[in-house]
């Protein structure tokens, strides 16, 4: 046990220093709640509601389950928020540097490169950012770190220099363990994918070195491929059934038909992140901060020096293959580099860094008589060194990125502030917003379960009695214009404004009569659904404006399609432009009985328009049969070919 403390001492001190990086300050940085971070919060309360536990997830273009269940677990004890949602991805951070020095223990029987390769980790700007968002990449690494402590520790109990593996009770149960968590790797991540693939190049390259002796690995081999096999079986046997499902998100950043320049240009965008320029998205990284700082560059680069010479070594041979297997992803797709995609890399990232100071330190040893000296200098550039690289970590996330005003969209603070000023609103209100969809994942989490609907104010606006409309602004800069004149008693009860002071969005809560005045009034009747009651048109440069007003007659399950065409004298379409009501933002089956609906179309005028009289024809139409519905007048007369025509009008 005393053997133990140092260990535990120093491991206790780099807890300490991960866990001030990652949980300091997490209720404020990242601010808001991204769509993504969002869809698992979601996802997380239905789990706790009760609803369908999958062993995958379809929404979002698939998610594995790990972030998703130990998110819901979080919320279980802390209840749901932002907060509780990252400081889960801040404890597997923080697990994953602890897992990082105990499997630098076992691979190099040394505290010292130990402590230096956790250290690594625990500062690395990449995996502390990660690390504080409430999203899957950080799960990866943790899961790869345990994976191959366990896998080392089987091989090689207690003789990291020797590959004589001591087949015992415990080897057999770490194994065991290994093989676990190669199969949990694949719950978590899709760049995860490929280290499978690394740990099978890997043991066939050692399997070979042995020669004559690889028969006695039978066993435990096969212990740590059978629990891989069971613990992968339940996500495995989805794949079976539905690969499509699987594959879709691989599938769609993969670079498709991609020829060696491309391959190579991204082979070089992802070796320069390190020293360069690193990834550009806000999401994922300071834009274009190298993934190193210079000093720990330096390292990197005696580091990789060292593994190279020292080839004939597992354990270098273990390094390079974990580090190069895990950048294929950002490689091999889009947007490279890509942080989150190369993240199973840091790890091994880590213990090159710490390879090439345990280099330096045995130069120093050797330089004799002046190796005391050397040490000593070496030490405290050391020290100067990693004071640096943590400084340089703090402030540029805590400063310099926490100041980002591009934080603001970047993680919706806006969609999340403006939902929750939404949901504290009478429940004896409607809720409208405008222009974003109310599936957006930051609306729903922010709403926690209030009712809204949503229309596209550029294209639509539905006015209803006793409704409160949350309108973004900056998008949308008709609606509350239109609101402010159709309701002239009503009033703006809140406004949202971005990290720079720019108006962001605004409440306004209708009130009084509505004022409804179309250009043109009408009494038609569109099937069971609708009524048309009126219309505006106007000429808008080369195109026709038209603003529909319909009113809803009843609640329909269906949606209808409407059509909207400009036709010349003997009934030839000229221009249309069809949709559900407002371009899909507000179909017909969300409409309720006697609400407005001001719905807009807009035709685009051929240059060739010979000069003449035109009309406009409008009706609605069932999408997958064509069938229009029937359009009766106010006499209940049915109208000819099921549509409401409008004036005469002279073009161009």
């Not at 896998?151 to 109990?157: A, E, M, S, V």
């Not at 190069?324 to 992803?329: K, N």
Request: net charge positive.
């Amino acid at each position: 046990m005393r053997k133990l403390i140092p260990d535990l001492a120093i491991l206790a001190a780099l807890i300490l220093l991960a866990a001030f990086f990652r949980a300091y300050r997490l209720d404020e940085l990242p601010p808001g709640l991204h769509y993504d971070e969002a869809f698992k919060a979601v996802t997380a309360e239905r789990l706790l509601a009760g609803g369908e536990r999958p062993i995958f997830f379809r929404e979002n273009m698939t998610e594995e389950p790990m972030a998703i269940y130990a998110a819901s677990l979080s919320f279980a004890i802390f209840g749901a928020s932002p907060w509780a949602l990252r400081i889960v991805s801040a404890l597997v951070g923080i697990l994953g540097v602890a897992a990082l020095y105990a499997l630098a223990r076992a691979l190099f029987a040394s505290r010292l490169i130990a402590a230096l390769a956790a250290l690594v980790l625990a500062i690395l700007y990449w995996h502390v950012n990660f690390s504080r968002l409430g999203m899957e990449p950080i799960f990866a690494p943790t899961m790869m770190t345990l994976c191959m402590f366990f896998l080392w520790r089987g091989w090689n109990k207690s003789n990291a220099q020797s590959l004589s593996p001591r087949v015992t009770r415990h080897a057999s149960l770490d194994f065991v363990l290994a093989g676990i968590f190669l199969a949990a790797t694949q719950y978590t991540y899709k760049a995860a994918l490929v280290f499978p693939f690394f740990i099978f190049t890997f043991l066939i390259f050692e399997i070979l070195a042995r020669k004559n002796d690889w028969k006695e690995l039978t066993r435990p081999l096969a212990l740590f491929a059978l629990a891989a096999l069971l613990g992968f079986a339940p996500l495995g046997l989805y794949f079976a059934q539905h690969p499509a499902e699987f594959l879709e998100r691989p599938t769609s950043v993969v670079l498709n038909a991609a020829g060696v320049a491309t391959i190579l240009d991204n082979t070089l965008k992802v070796g320069g992140m390190f020293f360069l320029r690193g990834d550009a998205n806000p999401r994922s990284n300071l834009p274009d901060r190298p993934a190193l700082d210079p000093f720990l560059a330096i390292l990197f680069l005696i580091g990789m020096l060292a593994c190279a010479r020292s080839w004939r070594d597992a354990r270098a041979r273990l390094i390079w293959l974990w580090f190069g297997v895990q950048l294929l992803p950002s490689i091999l797709s889009d947007f490279a580099p890509h942080f989150g995609r190369s993240i199973g890399a840091t790890p091994a990232l880590a213990l090159i860094v710490a390879w090439g100071i345990a280099s330096l330190k045995r130069k120093a040893e050797s330089t004799k008589p002046h190796a005391p000296y050397l040490l000593f200098t070496v030490y405290c550039l050391l020290a100067t060194g990693f004071a640096f690289s943590a400084f340089s970590t703090y402030r540029d996330y805590f400063q310099v990125w926490g100041a980002r005003t591009g934080n603001f969209d970047s993680f919706d603070v806006g969609v999340l502030e403006l939902a929750q000023k939404l949901r504290a609103q009478s429940n004896a209100e409607r809720i409208f917003l405008s222009p974003l969809a109310r599936e957006h994942y930051t609306i729903q989490f922010g709403l926690n379960g209030r009712a809204a609907e949503s229309f596209d104010g550029r294209r639509a606006l539905v006015i209803a009695p006793n409704a409160t409309y949350g309108i973004i602004t900056r998008e949308d800069s008709r609606t509350l214009a239109r609101l402010a004149q159709i309701f002239p008693n009503g009033a703006i009860t809140a406004r949202i404004f971005d990290f720079a002071a720019q108006p962001y969005a605004a409440i306004f809560r209708a009130a009084g009569a509505a004022n409804i005045a179309p250009q043109k009034n009408l009494d038609a009747r569109v099937g069971d659904v609708a009524q048309v009651i009126g219309y505006d048109l106007a000429r808008d440069g080369n195109a026709l404006a038209l603003t529909i007003y319909w009113r809803a007659r009843a609640e329909s399950r269906e949606d209808f399609t409407v059509f909207a065409h400009l036709v010349d004298s003997r009934e030839q379409v000229i221009a249309q432009d069809d949709a559900p009501p407002g371009h899909q933002s507000y179909p017909t089956s969300r409409w309720r009985a006697d609400e407005i609906v001001m719905d807009d179309y807009r035709f685009v005028l051929p240059e060739s328009l010979a000069r003449g009289e035109y009309r406009v024809e409008i009706g609605m139409y069932i999408l997958e049969t064509g069938a229009r519905l029937i359009v009766t007048d106010a006499n209940g007369a049915r109208m000819e070919n099921d549509r409401v025509l409008l004036e005469r009008i002279s073009l161009p």
